[in-house]
């Protein structure tokens, strides 16, 4: 072969190498670069957050105003879920005083969760009775009610339990005393143990929606 010829296809086999490399490494770098975020590490705020979301058991139940509802209302919106009931003595009112406290420390740029309290005790929790209840607590306190094994379901998918038990005349219920967050997919996102401070807890929001709304933006970025 002639020397020139020779020069040449060489010339053009390191040209054709390079480009693909180019190619390859520029492929490769923008995966890396929209590939999801890790979960934010918020242990110091009593808060495990998932990497993915994870499903919400099905339902059909009803709302406080009577409504029936089902888990495609959990769409849409953020939502702080707690397995609780109206007669509770110390918890319930507890951690929802602390979250009405939360709502109000949430950054107004930031979106506006809603606060569900699903029923435990559903035999004493009919809608009047809850939406008394939850009326003292602001209009973004919702609660949900109904069948007692469906709401053993759901509250189980948020990883949480509760067991009836009799104390002479007296009918209380343990229950689990986490908070749920549940994200706009309808998917639990997160779960923050107690105690809960609101401001720990407005905190652990805020961080949790910049995150996701971080990782949607890589999602739809070219």
Request: charged fraction near 20%; aromatic fraction near 8%; proline fraction near 7%.
């Amino acid at each position: 072969m002639d020397r020139s010829v020779r020069n040449t296809v060489v010339v053009l086999l390191l040209a054709v190498v390079l480009v693909f490399g180019l190619v390859v490494g520029r492929q490769v770098f923008l995966g890396d670069s929209q590939a999801p975020l890790p979960a934010p590490e918020l242990s110091e705020l009593n808060t495990f957050v998932y990497d993915q979301g994870r499903p919400v058991a099905a339902y059909q139940l009803v709302n406080e105003q009577g409504e029936a509802v089902t888990q495609e209302d959990l769409k849409g919106h953020w939502t702080f879920a707690f397995v609780g009931y109206t007669f509770c003595p110390d918890v319930c009112p507890a951690t929802l005083s602390n979250l009405r406290r939360a709502n109000q420390l949430i950054p107004a740029e930031l979106p506006r969760p809603s606060y569900l309290l699903i029923s435990a005790d559903p035999e004493r929790d009919t809608p009047e009775r809850l939406r008394e209840y939850l009326a003292f607590f602001g209009e973004d306190f919702q609660g949900i009610t109904g069948d007692l094994d469906t709401l053993r379901n759901l509250a189980k998918s948020l990883n949480a339990v509760f067991i009836h038990r009799q104390e002479g005349d007296l009918k209380l219920v343990d229950h689990s005393a986490h908070l749920a967050l549940i994200n706009p997919e309808g998917e639990l996102a997160a779960v923050i143990q107690p105690p809960h401070k609101p401001e720990a807890v407005a905190e652990a929001f805020g961080r949790i929606y910049q995150w996701a709304r971080q990782n949607r933006e890589r999602a739809v970025s070219p």
